[in-house]
């Protein structure tokens, strides 16, 4: 047995060694100066914090204490810094204008004090960063915008200087707001980069001189904003210049030159590939997955892609538009693994985002464009059988995302309600068997699913759905009221006896379906139009099915719930 004091030497000596492993730091002490300082579970979160690395650039930390950044409600600093920032914009204009009216300044005189009032601004801003550097980063932003504003005017309204200096002072300008931005912590000013490199081409419509310069012009600015945002930890920048590219140069491209429209294919496809790799890369550069909201604004992102991509093609290359929209799911969802495997996590909402686009690419390139109309309820029959089949190959680590379980049930909802109903299936190989193919496969996924905990809640649909697909064959297959009835009746009958030998109750009680649809079809069709001996034929098979039906379905309440095993 170990004495007490032997423990407590214990005890001090591993004291010592985590004392060592901790960072330097002011500890508490008690009421007296020599009192020894004592570990407390206080001074150890301390410690793990001081211990931590320093956030990014716009972690949620910083988000919270940057009042350039829009967490939803606005603070008294965020409004009172604002409101001063933009007074002290308007109040350089109107000196200017005063300026100009009084004629105490010419309209060089009067840029140059503009020009001034922004480097002032900036500088100001810069002198105070090191009191309060989040609060002094609104001069900055206010320097730039009449920076913005004076270029412009001395292109646009005064005509001193030309298109290559105005684009030259427009690109300075729109990197000392990145450097700002970064110096600063703030993305404000990499958003107002994004905005001032984009409507240059707008404000200065011979920057361009041809589309081939327009896009090397946009794409050169695509990729230094993926690369910023990667630098400063934030999405906001490319994803803002990535609809600003597109339909930027889109319209633009439009006004210029519309028959160019290989230029614009190959602007589109580099922008694909440019932002896919800035998403990927950020992932990768900060091990931070997409998140659902993230995801969320890229969606619409990739729908406006696809949207214009597709129209110019269909117009120039229409045998070729389909396979190229095919191509560009497949590099997407090809990016999506590249970025599972790098990071070695599940990618919930990247795997989402990249799911909805390859679910409108198959349906829309590839089921409305590629397949052939007669061979559209073939294929939708083999669409449950193979998603079954993966999921038995894959094991447990099968998984499809919803927009693709979306997409294979409105496909097969489609044909569906194409083959019931008989709807342009003359064209259709075999198409008298594919009712009743539809039903044995819907029957089949109830007794499968009723199987699967996680896929019962789809049981009873698959059920009624099979049964309506086997009256439409029975309708299909058979010639004449009688025969159908009775046809009907029987199916409704076998349902009966089927749920009594396997004990499910389920299937019992779903032939109520089937004999009110047998009813209301004697009494709202057939009556009327059949024969005497027609109509005697048709009453005494309801008569005979309702009755017997009603014998058994008393005994229905007396099964189980589940069915029997095997």
Not at 390 to 419: C, D, E, K, Q, T
Not at 521 to 547: E, Q, W
Request: aromatic share 10%.
């Amino acid at each position: 047995m170990k004495t007490l004091e032997e423990r407590l030497a214990q005890v001090e000596s591993r004291l010592a060694r985590i004392e060592q492993l901790l960072p330097a730091m002011p500890v508490a002490r008690g009421a007296g100066a020599d009192q020894p300082a004592e570990i407390t579970e206080s001074n150890a979160v301390e410690r793990k914090l001081v211990s931590r690395p320093p956030v990014s650039v716009l972690s949620p930390a910083r988000k919270m204490s940057d009042p350039t950044y829009a967490s939803g409600t606005l603070s008294v600093t965020q409004i009172l810094g604002w409101t001063g920032a933009t007074a002290l914009v308007l109040a350089v204009a109107y000196l200017i204008r005063l300026a100009l009216d009084a004629g105490w300044l010419t309209p060089e005189r009067q840029l140059g004090l503009a020009l001034l009032s922004g480097f002032a601004l900036i500088g100001a801003g810069l002198k105070l960063r090191v009191a309060d550097r989040q609060y002094a980063s609104l001069l900055p932003a206010g320097g730039l915008v009449v920076l913005f504003l004076s270029i412009y005017g001395a292109h646009l309204y005064y005509h001193f200087i030309g298109v290559p200096m105005a684009a030259g002072a427009v690109i300075l300008t729109c990197l000392a707001a990145l450097w700002l931005g970064r110096l600063f912590e703030s993305e404000l000013y990499g958003l107002f980069a994004v905005v001032g490199s984009y409507s240059a081409p707008f404000l200065l419509p011979t920057l361009a001189g041809s589309v081939t310069d327009l896009v090397v012009y946009f794409s050169a600015w695509s990729v230094l904003f993926c690369l910023y945002s990667i630098w400063i930890g934030n999405r906001r920048a490319y994803l803002l210049a990535a609809y600003l590219a597109l339909l930027g140069f889109h319209y633009l491209w439009k006004q210029m030159a519309p028959g160019e429209w290989e230029a614009a294919f190959a602007f589109q496809a580099m922008q694909f590939a440019i932002f896919l790799g800035g998403a990927i890369g950020f992932s990768v550069r900060h091990q931070r997955p997409m998140s659902r909201d993230e995801a969320t604004v890229h969606l619409p992102l990739l729908l406006i892609f696809y949207a214009l991509q597709y129209g110019l093609l269909n117009e120039h290359l229409p045998a070729l538009a389909p396979w190229i929209a095919l191509g560009s799911a497949g590099v997407l969802l090809l990016g999506h693994l590249v970025a599972k495997r790098t990071l070695g996590q599940p990618l919930e909402s990247s795997a989402v985002l990249a799911g909805a686009y390859a679910a409108l690419a198959l349906f829309h390139a590839g089921y409305m464009e590629l397949l052939p109309d007669a061979f559209a309820p073939w294929v939708a029959l083999l669409l449950l059988p193979a998603v079954g089949l993966y999921f038995r190959a894959r094991g447990g680590a099968a998984s499809v995302s919803w927009p693709i379980r979306v997409l294979i049930a409105i496909i097969f909802a489609i044909n569906y309600v194409r083959v019931t109903a008989g709807m342009n299936v003359d064209a259709v190989p075999a198409h008298q068997l594919l009712a009743l193919l539809y039903a044995a496969e819907l029957y089949i996924a109830y007794v499968l699913t009723r199987r699967l905990p996680a896929l019962d809640s789809l049981a009873t649909p698959a059920l009624y759905v099979g049964h309506v697909a086997l009256m439409s064959a029975a309708v299909q297959i058979f010639d004449g009221q009688l025969v159908v009835s009775f046809a009907w009746g029987a199916i409704a009958l076998a349902c009966l006896a089927l749920a009594f030998k396997t004990r499910d109750k389920m299937l019992g009680k779903s032939s109520l379906l089937i004999f009110a649809a047998s009813a209301a079809k004697v009494m709202l069709f057939d009556l009327s139009s059949a024969t005497p001996l027609v109509r005697i034929g048709l009453l005494v098979i309801l008569g005979v099915t309702l009755y017997v039906g009603g014998w058994m379905y008393r005994k229905v309440d007396l099964i189980d719930a589940k069915p029997a095993a095997g």
